[in-house]
Nanobody
Framework: QVQLVESGGGLVQAGGSLRLSCAAS????????MGWFRQAPGKEREFVAV????????YYADSVKGRFTISRDNAKNTVYLQMNSLKPEDTEVYYC????????????????WGQGTQVTFSS
């Protein structure tokens, strides 16, 4: 069992930055691929980024490539999502997820999910 808790969301202005964190419980965190997804009201959950168990491989959605960076610290059981040059369309609830089916972009390949953290634009 892995429990995930996201934090770091909040209000941001266009061009601003946020760093999301996802803290995991359990001693098996380092064996899981970790992903970040996001979801807007009434829409399907969308892939954002994924990182391998070792941190050696990452992959991003085209919509965030060059602006977002995923990283992990296995000693701290934490995965991060650094978000720069934020745009209004990035306003969604962000979820982290843990899975063991490689570098998947599909939500149903992940076994464990956090409760989400909201990123909201301030005009």
């Amino acid at each position: 069992q892995v429990q995930l808790v996201e934090s770091g969301g909040g209000l941001v202005q266009a061009g601003g930055s946020l760093r999301l964190s996802c803290a995991a419980s359990g001693r098996t965190f380092s064996t899981y691929t970790m992903g970040w997804f996001r979801q807007a009201p009434g829409k399907e959950r969308e892939f954002v980024a994924v990182i391998s168990w070792s941190g050696g491989s990452t992959y991003y959605a085209d919509s965030v490539k060059g602006r977002f960076t995923i990283s992990r610290d296995n000693a701290k059981n934490t995965v991060y999502l650094q978000m720069n040059s934020l745009k209004p369309e990035d306003t969604e609830v962000y979820y982290c997820a843990a899975g063991r089916i490689g570098m998947s972009t599909l939500p149903n390949h992940y076994s464990y999910w956090g409760q989400g953290t909201q990123v909201t634009f301030s005009s």
